[in-house]
């Protein structure tokens, strides 16, 4: 396979598994519109697509799966813990395979590394931490409901404490962050890999109403590959390291997303968009009871 066929490019993870380098994101994809949205990636050639527990929308990702007459062995899905559900991890994955329709994920993700308690989203459980949160994913593997387990938004600081905690057997396969040239988080990405953790990008394409497609530079980059701002995003995140789950709803979209093969960008122009000047955060944790991150990377 040459390296420029993006779309059957995977990152094989700690546990041997290989994760396509693209994949369909469903967050805020709403009631009516995901289940086509999923259906149309898969007919497009999308072999991975994204959901959790949270965005309430499992059982419609599942209905798309059977419309699009995939066989399930061929497609890789990723669900989320829910922040509420962390002291009942067991009933999250079974909740969420009950949803989705499926006997099993190929990739279960811890959604925040908050255990929120769920009669009080604005309350941290006090008895319970995301230490126990892992100690209690670490049994999935076992049950085969799931094939690889990892975490979300966790900083260098949140991974030191998982990693460094006597009960941590498992590294986890899989840390899924927001990645985009406005916030590139190069140290934990290094930190990451340095623990043989790969990186998932999400809001890869700067989210709802993207800043990014304002930016100059990246602006001057599509016009002069002749791709638009989206591919050249994708690609810049898959080039990096990372897998990409851009998400849409939108048919053509959805196909211009995956039409990324056959071109690269060169050094210069990944370093371009390596060091644009301009920040910004899609989700930030004010909406948590505790804090997850702690500055730049943290
Ligand atoms: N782990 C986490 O905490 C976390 C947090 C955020 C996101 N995620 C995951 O990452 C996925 C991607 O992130 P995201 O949804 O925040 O944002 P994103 O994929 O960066 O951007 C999605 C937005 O871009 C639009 N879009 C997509 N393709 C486009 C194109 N070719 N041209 C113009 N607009 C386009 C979409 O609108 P249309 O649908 O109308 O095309 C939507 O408004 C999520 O869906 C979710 O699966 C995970």
């Known amino acids: 396979m040459s390296n420029l066929e993006h779309t059957k490019k995977t990152f094989t993870l700690n546990t041997g598994a290989k994760i396509p380098a693209i994949g369909l994101g469903t967050w805020q994809s709403g009631p009516n519109e995901v289940r086509e949205a999923v259906k149309n990636a898969l007919l497009a050639g999308y072999r991975h697509i994204d959901t959790a527990l949270a965005y309430g929308n499992e059982a419609e990702v599942g209905d798309g799966i059977r419309d699009s007459g995939v066989p399930r062995s061929e497609i890789w899905v990723t669900t989320k813990l829910n922040n509420t559900w962390h002291h009942r991890v067991a009933e999250g994955i079974d909740s969420s395979l009950k949803s989705l329709g499926l006997d099993y994920v190929d990739l279960y993700l811890m959604h925040w590394p908050s255990s929120t308690d769920p009669n009080?989203?604005?309350?941290?459980?006090?008895?319970?931490?995301?230490?126990?949160?892992?100690?209690?994913?670490?049994?999935?593997?076992?049950?085969?409901?799931?094939?690889?387990?990892?975490?979300?938004?966790?900083?260098?600081?949140?991974?030191?404490?998982?990693?460094?905690?006597?009960?941590?057997?498992?590294?986890?396969?899989?840390?899924?962050?927001?990645?985009?040239?406005?916030?590139?988080?190069?140290?934990?990405?290094?930190?990451?890999?340095?623990?043989?953790?790969?990186?998932t990008g999400y809001s890869c394409l700067?989210?709802?109403?993207?800043?990014?497609?304002k930016d100059p530079t990246l602006l001057k980059l599509a016009e002069k590959k002749g791709k638009t701002v989206q591919q050249v995003l994708l690609v810049w995140g898959i080039q990096k390291g990372w897998s990409v789950i851009p998400k849409s709803v939108n048919k053509a979209r959805i196909q211009g997303n995956f039409d990324i093969n056959g071109w690269e960008l060169s050094a210069d122009e990944v370093s371009q968009l390596d060091n644009l000047k301009d920040r910004f955060k899609v989700c930030g944790d004010d909406w948590l009871p505790i804090k997850v991150f702690f500055g730049d990377d943290e």
């Not at 700067?206 to 497609?213: E, I, Q, R, W």
């Open 206 to 213: 700067g989210s709802t109403d993207s800043p990014l497609y």
């Open 120 to 199: 009080d989203p604005k309350k941290h459980l006090p008895d319970w931490d995301f230490i126990k949160t892992w100690q209690e994913l670490q049994k999935l593997p076992a049950t085969g409901k799931v094939k690889n387990i990892g975490v979300s938004n966790f900083g260098i600081k949140n991974l030191e404490k998982l990693l460094n905690d006597p009960s941590c057997k498992i590294v986890p396969a899989v840390n899924q962050i927001e990645l985009h040239p406005n916030n590139p988080s190069p140290k934990l990405v290094a930190y990451c890999a340095s623990k043989g953790i790969h990186c």
